[in-house]
């Protein structure tokens, strides 16, 4: 077999591997949507749709919207939107703090700076496993417990993100242009706002959206520090979903989708930046 | 003042990082610190407590059920390791090859259970392996027509190669990612010298991709280990906050969270976690010393 | 001011996409939710885990709340339906956390444990002896009923039901074979009485009938045929007590009956459909029965209807106790709730009430252990299933002597660990061939009740509430 010859097969055959591969990753997506839309009694007829005689031999007009309705019905409304505030507030705040408190360890000179940088950094090391209970503890005295402030307030100050930021503007923010805005008579505030940020948008962007995945799926705290109904997020209604007397797969399965749409969605819109924030710690390290 | 003065910069360094200091010192020092106090109480909810000096850590030692949570956590992590990193250093090498087409679609495709979290994922996952209308169990009576293959009970005879299986879908497109990311690295040059000087593939990929990729790999593999042990939410959520039979699926944060939060007893799960915190201190000085080690080297 | 103003707007040009996106949702969202307004609830929580009780409640709370209209000051009672673990989960982490839960919570005996662990002062339910007594409740309750829910004489739920114990036997058969097994008074006696139905007239090796089904797997029996015998597995302090003399005679007499050639009782599954089918086959003449078990025949069993009969418990010594009791349920008020008046009222209501009393009886078979409401007509009631017996009566006939019970959360591990020493004797037993003496037996008993004994202290020196320590 000539080399070329020998490279087309070993070609077809990568992409016959990689596309067995892909199935096995895309078919719980396509099982889920299509048992999202199955009544009670449909799901355990097909493995995917149910068998019918429409088109293609599948009973169409058994599908349902019922799983998502009654999803509404039962509250999870409520937890979407507890989620998208969570999220996006645990985002938002923890962002700029962390932004902020990067860029002063990067970039200010005062007493104490060696020994700050060393105690944050150093906190990478504690597990979070470690302040599980303790913190419970905590937030019990604060009278925390229950409350939304109990639940994001922890996640305000994250020491992974000092971590990224600080390495954001040592790499991209360049010393002589802080002086050359303080000599025209910049403020500090100024140059934090108007120059750094700037600088280390796309670190901004992966933080918010680390963050805000984190927040988004991070269910051992809420499951802890919430007890309202009212309060809880989707990661932990879903779970509660499943601990019934009888399971009700499809209400599972829609809640599943739901849970997961809007995150699919939001990084579809900003994968570059999430994707170029996770490995430059690795690569760069 | 004028605004050169190098006092307003302090002032407003300290100003900008406050916000920051406090919340750490409240929610990170803190804790830590009490909770070496806590592992030395016995506590039945926040609320009451009382001295038992280093009795928990007595009691932890002798807890065949810790023990079990620890073989079982271990086991995870080492089959995890060494069967997720290989596939996804081998995913990385395929979708590295210059001419293959739909790279970044591929990609994507990979790295998407990421996307959907790992709560959800064990949702999922735990729909999946259901005994008779699961897509597992499903799929594999379809492709073998053998339909005793539908009662396999996974969540109640093979715990362990369930969570594992689970894990692959969620994490080998991750890892992933960073692999390609250092073959990317990979300096062109050096592999056509060595395709210059003959090597085949196979050779070069033992002596110029793998040397370049290791720190790469070191970090991924020591990732995915301090992962691994602080496994949680995927047992959980798929025994339903138990450990399954004989607690085949007890892992050792699943452990503490019993005890800490189902049995109130704060202390002892304190202590639990300051053991798995020594594991992986251990693991994590373990990465500084090979990391110090290979700059030594070069 | 203006300064810092024009400066954050000048940088958000720089802001790309992904912060746009995110800044918005916390807006919207957070502005949601502030506008959502959170219904307060003035209505009273109630959980229950039993379907039946729910179905019983609901009419007799919405009748309530319409009649009461000005007088509760409006209140509904909301009746929750969950599972038991989710009722024992969401009840501990309330209690732990100090957060309200529900105003009152159903807990059934098995799950209660929990509630006891620590220190008395941490039990998340209030104590309500203080209000029975001052309400005159607390002598109307019958005595022994309120132990498995009072620590130290303090008392944390109001029960639900008594269940006490009686024996139901196949009458068909005895009276077919001229038996008259109500002459039996001591187990002893009882044995001997069905000895002759025990021949093997049909051939295949094994004796037709077993006068009893029990089996040395059956915990629950256990520990009700030891309670009843006068043997106690914790003290009044919570002091784990298993190896006694009489817990040692006890039990090796309840494993003699399972030993040997010559065994009186035979093991059948209580609640499989096998079982059932045994029972009908008439494998056993005679059953451990509490009142709940009658309504379980009932509804499973119907082979067996007409054909049975109850009698007291016959006695382990001549003059001994001759019933016992098995399972329960009892009505928490957790301290966070903030309307425990509501609450209580609703509660005594509902647990006092004639009409709750005769539809858990009919229903469920169910006695109140309300002693006022015992004239009721309707415990009188003949029962066809029984051969028109007025078991209602006979039960509430022996509920004042039911036996004492352990509150301790250390009782369900202990009695486990007697199932497991009972397995040990036995199987021992079946090593050594013809006929099993009493007397080794219960030295065997005394071995294994010591065993357990410093297992069960084991447990309880890790948990430094308990004020047992390890020596």
Known sequence: MSSERRSKVSRSVTHLILL???????????????????????????????????????????????????????????????????????????????????????????????????????????????????????????????????????????????????????????????????????????????????????????????????????????????????????????????????????????????????????????QKQFISGLTSGAVKG | ??????????????????????????????????????????????????????????????????????????????????????????????????????????????????????????????????????????????????????????????????????????????????????????????????????????????????????????????????????????????????????????????????????????????AVGWALALMLIGLALIQIWMVRREEAMR | MRHALTLALLSLRHLSTGVWIIASLFVLSGVTLMFSIERSSDDLEMWVFSPEHEAMYTPMLQQMSEQAGGDIEGKNIELSLLSIPAIKSRMMSGFFGGLPTADMIEVERATVGQVFMGPPEAIGFRDITDRLKAEGLYDQINAPSLSPWSVNGHTYGLPHDVHPVMLAYRADLTEAAGIDLSLATTWDEFFTLLRPMMADKDADGRPDHYPLSMWVTQQDNIELLMLQGGGQLFDAKGIPTLDTQINAELLAEIVSWCAGDQRVATDIDEFSAGGHQARVDGEAIAYLCPDWMCSIWKMHVPGIAGKMKLMPLPAFTPGGRRTSVRGGTMLGFPKTSEEFDQAWDTAIELYTSPEIARVLYRKVDIISPIRSLWDDPVYGEPDPFFMDQPKGLMFIDLAPEIPIRSSSPYNYNAVLEIRD??????????????????????EQAKRELERAQSAIERQMTRNAFTGVDSQ
């Open chain 2, 1 to 270: 003042m004028s605004l050169r003065s190098p006092d307003r910069r302090v002032v407003f360094a300290w100003a900008a990082m406050t916000p920051f200091i406090v919340l750490f010192v409240v929610f990170m020092v803190y804790p830590l610190i009490q909770s070496a106090f806590l592992a030395l109480n016995q506590t039945y909810g926040p609320e009451t407590q009382i001295f038992v000096g280093t009795k928990n850590f007595e009691l932890l030692i002798e807890d065949p059920v810790f023990w079990k949570a620890i073989r079982n956590t271990l086991i995870y992590t080492l089959g995890s390791l060494f069967i997720q990193l290989p596939l996804a250093f081998g995913l990385a090498l395929v979708l590295n090859s210059r001419r293959l087409r739909g790279r970044s679609i591929y990609r994507l495709i990979f790295f998407s259970p990421q996307l959907m979290g790992l709560v959800f994922v064990s949702v999922l996952g735990a729909l999946a392996f259901e005994k008779r209308a699961g897509l597992v169990n499903r799929t594999l009576a379809w492709i073998t027509t053998d339909a005793s293959l539908l009662e396999i009970d996974w969540l109640q005879s093979y715990i362990m190669p369930t969570l594992i299986l689970i894990s692959l879908w969620l994490y080998v497109g991750f890892n992933m990612i960073y692999f390609l990311a250092a073959l990317q690295n990979v300096d062109n040059s050096l592999l056509e010298a060595a395709e210059i000087d003959g090597a085949g593939p196979l050779n070069r990929l033992q002596h110029v991709i793998i040397p370049s990729v290791r720190p790469v790999a070191t970090f991924v593999v020591l990732l995915s280990m301090i992962g691994s042990l602080q496994l949680f939410e995927l047992p959980y959520i798929l025994l339903q906050g138990n450990g399954g039979p004989n607690n085949q699926g007890l892992t050792i944060v699943m452990y503490l969270y019993q005890n800490g939060f189902e049995l109130g007893d704060l202390g002892y799960a304190s």
């Open chain 3, 421 to 442: 020493a009972a397995i040990n004797m036995l199987n021992r037993s079946q090593d050594s061939s013809g006929e099993v003496s009493l007397s080794s037996l219960i």
């Open chain 1, 20 to 270: 067995l591969l892909a199935t096995i990753v895309l078919l719980p997506y396509a099982w889920l949507l299509v048992a999202s839309l199955k009544s009670r009694e449909d799901f355990f007829s097909g493995m995917f749709f149910p068998p019918g005689d429409g088109f293609l031999g599948i009973a169409w007009d058994s599908l349902t919207l019922n799983n998502y309705t009654n999803l509404l019905d039962m509250g999870f409304g409520r937890a979407a939107i507890n989620s998208i505030f969570y999220a996006s507030t645990s985002a938002v705040f923890a962002t700029f703090l962390s932004a902020a408190t990067g860029y002063v360890l990067a970039k200010s000179k005062f007493r104490g700076r060696t020994l700050m940088t060393l105690v944050v950094l150093g906190s990478l090391i504690v597990p979070p496993t470690l302040l599980i209970a303790p913190s419970y503890e905590l937030l019990y005295h604060l009278g925390l417990l229950d409350s939304v402030w109990g639940l994001l307030l922890p996640t305000f100050a994250p020491a992974f993100g000092v971590f990224l930021f600080r390495q954001a503007v040592q790499q991209s923010v360049p010393d002589e242009l802080i002086e050359a805005a303080r000599i025209d008579g910049c403020s500090e505030i100024g140059i934090f706002m108007v120059i750094v940020m700037p600088l280390i948008r796309p670190m901004i962007g992966a933080f918010l959206l680390i963050t805000f995945l984190g927040m988004w799926n991070n269910f051992i705290s809420p499951q802890i520090v919430l007890q309202s109904a009212s309060k809880q997020p989707l990661s932990v209604a879903i779970a509660q979903l499943r601990g019934v007397y009888r399971t009700d797969y499809g209400l599972l399965m829609a809640a599943t989708v739901v849970s997961v749409a809007p995150v699919a969605v939001l990084f579809l819109v900003l």
